[in-house]
T-cell receptor, first 121, second 113 residues
Framework: NAGVTQTPKFRVLKTGQSMTLLCAQD?????MYWYRQDPGMGLRLIHY???????AKGEVPDGYNVSRLKKQNFLLGLESAAPSQTSVYFC????????????????????FGPGTRLTVL | AQSVTQLGSHVSVSEGALVLLRCNYS??????LFWYVQYPNQGLQLLLK??????LVKGINGFEAEFKKSETSFHLTKPSAHMSDAAEYFC???????????FGPGTRLSVLP
């Protein structure tokens, strides 16, 4: 299994350009996430998806859009890139083990991709 | 809302010394807690996780963490630091059946020869 893969690994954009980051996972996970990582700020959630065809906003969604047309893929789009979007972007996936009995619920860790380093000039 | 704090953005230890990285959380319900490690230019890897089965959790590479409800803490320790432990470490908490994770700001560990 490849796990979680991200393309591209590096990208340089000019202000106002658009691009799409692709995340793919081969673990049949329901949940997928996009984070950005900036120095001293840890990881901040941009958008996430709890299943094919569904997406939701995270902590810092402005300036980004996402789509989850297939269960294994989660796309992050920048419509008009800004220098403030210079960052390292990580995709992650996890699986659900929800049970009706609260005592049997399990919370499962996220599996991360290697990251995409984006610079916006 | 839950949150995670990590005391110390940078910790330095000598090789062979005890490693202690601190994590405190705030949550109104019992949390599920995780420690991740990030090596330079890589993604995050799971070190260990607490899911209420046992308060002392053992992870990979000799790390362990203890959940203390009274102190709302989940500190990470390793008895003897190795040069290869130099990395950034993140504590995270999740609720909502794993739909949302909240990460701490991270602690960079340096290991001195």
């Amino acid at each position: 299994n490849a796990g979680v893969t991200q393309t591209p690994k590096f990208r340089v954009l000019k202000t106002g350009q658009s691009m799409t980051l692709l995340c793919a996972q081969d673990m049949n996970h329901e949940y997928m996430y996009w984070y950005r990582q900036d120095p001293g700020m840890g990881l901040r959630l941009i958008h996430y998806s709890v299943g094919e065809g569904t997406t939701a906003k995270g902590e810092v969604p402005d300036g980004y859009n996402v789509s989850r047309l297939k269960k294994q893929n989660f796309l992050l789009g920048l419509e008009s890139a800004a220098p403030s979007q210079t960052s390292v972007y990580f995709c992650a996936s996890s699986y659900s083990s929800v049970r009706t009995d609260p005592l049997k619920r399990t919370y499962n860790e996220q599996f991360f991709g290697p990251g995409t380093r984006l610079t916006v000039l | 809302a839950q949150s995670v704090t990590q005391l110390g953005s940078h910790v330095s230890v000598s090789e062979g010394a005890l490693v202690l990285l601190r994590c405190n959380y705030s949550s109104s319900v019992p949390p599920y807690l995780f420690w991740y490690v990030q090596y330079p230019n890589q993604g995050l890897q799971l070190l260990l996780k607490y899911t209420s089965a046992a308060t002392l959790v053992k992870g990979i590479n000799g790390f362990e963490a203890e959940f203390k409800k009274s102190e709302t803490s989940f500190h990470l320790t390793k008895p003897s630091a190795h040069m290869s432990d130099a990395a950034e470490y993140f504590c995270a908490v999740t609720l909502n059946y794993g739909q949302n994770f909240v990460f701490g700001p991270g602690t960079r560990l340096s290991v001195l020869p």
